[in-house]
């Protein structure tokens, strides 16, 4: 067994190693359009700094730790640092050294991180929160507190970062109670009914405001860079989303362009996008089979099962916000403790 642990500790920091250096150099060799957010959170040109908001909070964060005023290699060098010391805090997985697909997962993830953290990002904001949430989880505190406030953080994350993590810490505890109903397909019933709470919740705020979800997220940031270089892996509905049959076909084809993203392998002469629909497509096959073992333990008690909800809401979400396959992978890197605890969640109980 010790074996195994050194080996999973010497793969563990050969990969950190490899994304170090991706951190660093990545300013100098990634496209331009890795970097279209970054002159915003560092020279806040209409002086939006503040703490309400994922713009406002990231340019006040850069200022007031001085990263700012830091080359982007060194910026890259340190965030990079601080989230792969995160994962090692969380564990480090047993037979990490073996060449499986849960674990080719992981080793891509290590480099993927690295290309969107190579800058000033939100992402990095968001997965030092959230791995606040994996750390709670791992105390050994009375079970129903610790999701209780789990869930409370979440919301609170929604309310000064990113709004749609509300909808997260609502949806979360319906899939639950999902869950618990005696369905012959929990997998697909998970899904199912979670993406049509998704589009009541979205069709009910159109009805209140005047405007879909979609349409103030996706369809509004589309708008802004329609035919710019942003727009390679662009989603689009097709149908429009002004009526709530639209807005139902869209959040349906958004979930799916970016959660099973084979619409996407038109780009098959763009690397960069086959790489990110191969990672996608890798961990939605995971994590559904981590899911299945984690259902057959039932639900009481089940802390992999809740931050599988989590997850899984965060997923169907992203289905009405998300522009273009670029940003969801950018994304999900900003729950990636999530991911990482409930992958190996066994190794690290």
Same mark, same amino acid.
């Given at each position: 067994m010790k074996s195994f642990i050194n080996k999973s500790k010497l793969i563990f920091f050969t990969l950190f190693l490899l994304g170090l250096i991706v951190s660093i150099l990545g300013v100098f060799i990634l496209p331009e359009r890795f970097f279209y957010d970054t002159a915003v959170l560092i020279e806040d040109k209409h002086n939006e700094i503040g703490l309400i908001g994922s713009y406002p909070f990231t340019i006040?964060?850069?200022?007031?730790?001085?990263?700012?005023?830091?080359?982007?290699?060194?910026?890259?060098?340190?965030? @990079? =640092?601080?989230?792969?010391y995160i994962l090692y805090k969380i564990g480090i997985p047993k037979r990490f050294q073996i060449v499986n697909v849960k674990n080719v997962l992981v080793y891509l993830s290590f480099i993927i991180l690295a290309v969107f953290l190579c800058m000033p990002s939100k992402e990095f904001i968001n997965f030092l929160y959230l791995s606040i949430i994996v750390f709670i989880l791992q105390k050994n505190i009375i079970f129903y507190k610790k999701i209780i406030f789990c869930l409370l953080l979440v919301f609170f994350f929604g309310i000064f970062f990113r709004p749609y993590f509300i909808l997260v810490a609502v949806l979360t505890p319906i899939l639950f109670l999902i869950n618990k109903v005696k369905l012959n397909n929990k997998k697909t019933a998970i899904f199912f009914y979670g993406l049509l709470v998704t589009i009541m919740m979205s069709l009910s705020y159109g009805f209140l405001k005047g405007e879909f979800m979609s349409q103030s997220s996706r369809e509004y940031i589309n708008n802004i860079r329609d035919g710019g270089k942003a727009t390679n892996s662009v989603i689009v509905s097709p149908v429009d989303t002004n009526k709530w049959y639209g807005e139902t076909v869209g959040i349906m084809y958004g979930f799916f362009s970016v959660n099973l993203p084979l619409n996407s392998f038109k780009h098959i002469f763009k690397p960069q996008i086959i790489m990110f629909i191969f990672w996608q497509l890798l961990m939605l096959l995971i994590l559904l089979i981590r899911y299945d073992k984690t259902l057959k333990k039932g639900t009481y008690k089940n802390t =992999?099962?809740? %931050?599988?909800?989590? %997850?899984? =809401?965060?997923?169907m979400i992203q289905g009405v916000f998300e522009p273009d396959l670029g940003?969801?992978?950018?994304?999900?890197?900003? %729950?990636?403790?999530?991911?990482?605890?409930?992958?190996? @969640?066994? =190794?690290?109980?």
């Open positions: 006040w964060f850069y200022h007031i730790t001085g990263l700012k005023n830091l080359h982007f290699a060194i910026i890259g060098a340190l965030q @990079y =640092s601080v989230v792969i =992999s099962l809740w %931050v599988f909800n989590m %997850v899984f =809401s965060y997923f940003s969801a992978i950018r994304h999900k890197m900003g %729950v990636f403790p999530l991911i990482y605890f409930i992958l190996y @969640y066994d =190794s690290f109980r």
